[in-house]
T-cell receptor, first 116, second 115 residues
Framework: AQKITQTQPGMFVQEKEAVTLDCTYD???????LFWYKQPSSGEMIFLIY??????QNATEGRYSLNFQKARKSANLVISASQLGDSAMYFC?????????????FGTGTRLTIIP | DAGVTQSPTHLIKTRGQQVTLRCSPK?????VSWYQQALGQGPQFIFQ???????QRGNFPDRFSGHQFPNYSSELNVNALLLGDSALYLC??????????????FGPGTRLTVL
């Protein structure tokens, strides 16, 4: 079974500062992928970044980077130079990598609020 | 290029009724998954459809059923609605080809309220 833990229910960050959202996971699958999604109040889940368990480098996508520490089973999201539009719910999720598997397991999310 | 679309946006039903939600996948995607997101929770996987068949299923009762059409669009049906079925229902689509394991896109969701 897979489990995602997000221990920060809410965070307040000053605009233009960097922010780290924590995510730890547990799985017995040998190959897996880790995802971060942003969910604004409108409800749509917006894909931000992906990290494969065998990727050698940490993933980066613009202002988003994923701090992947496999031995610690952590996959923290770092947002640099935060903007007001970053205020939203953020979900960490994982999926075992095998053909035909589409099931994502999500954490409970972190509500990020950017303060002007 | 249209993304994942869902209809309706909002829906209000009463206990015991039946409901059908619809999803059209992103262009080029042939696999559709459905998730239920209760208030204050992360989404929970309901099931996945590929080639018009249910390929994977989460821990949901048989009251939850689905269908996929030849054009890859999909329906989620819920029978005998309970108050606890009130949630945001999200559809996600992906292409069934490796190694695009990072490509799963979500629609805007249908918010179902059961009274």
């Amino acid at each position: 079974a897979q489990k995602i833990t997000q221990t920060q229910p809410g965070m307040f960050v000053q605009e233009k500062e960097a922010v780290t959202l924590d995510c730890t996971y547990d799985t017995s699958d040998p190959s897996y992928g880790l995802f971060w999604y942003k969910q604004p109040s409108s409800g749509e889940m917006i894909f931000l970044i992906y990290q494969g368990s065998y990727d050698q480098q940490n993933a980066t996508e613009g202002r988003y980077s994923l701090n992947f520490q496999k031995a610690r089973k952590s996959a923290n999201l770092v947002i640099s130079a935060s903007q007001l539009g970053d205020s939203a719910m953020y979900f960490c999720a994982m999926r075992a990598v095998f053909f035909g598997n589409e099931k994502l397991t999500f954490g409970t999310g972190t509500r990020l609020t950017i303060i002007p | 290029d249209a993304g994942v679309t869902q209809s309706p946006t909002h829906l209000i039903k009463t206990r015991g009724q039946q409901v059908t939600l619809r999803c059209s996948p992103k262009s080029g995607h042939d696999t559709v998954s459905w998730y239920q997101q209760a208030l204050g929770q992360g989404p929970q996987f309901i099931f996945q459809y590929y080639e018009e068949e249910e390929r994977q299923r989460g821990n949901f009762p048989d009251r939850f059923s689905g269908h996929q059409f030849p054009n890859y669009s999909s329906e989620l049906n819920v029978n005998a609605l309970l108050l606890g079925d009130s949630a945001l229902y999200l559809c996600a689509s992906s292409p069934n080809k490796a190694p695009t394991y990072n490509e799963q896109f979500f629609g805007p969701g249908t918010r179902l309220t059961v009274l």
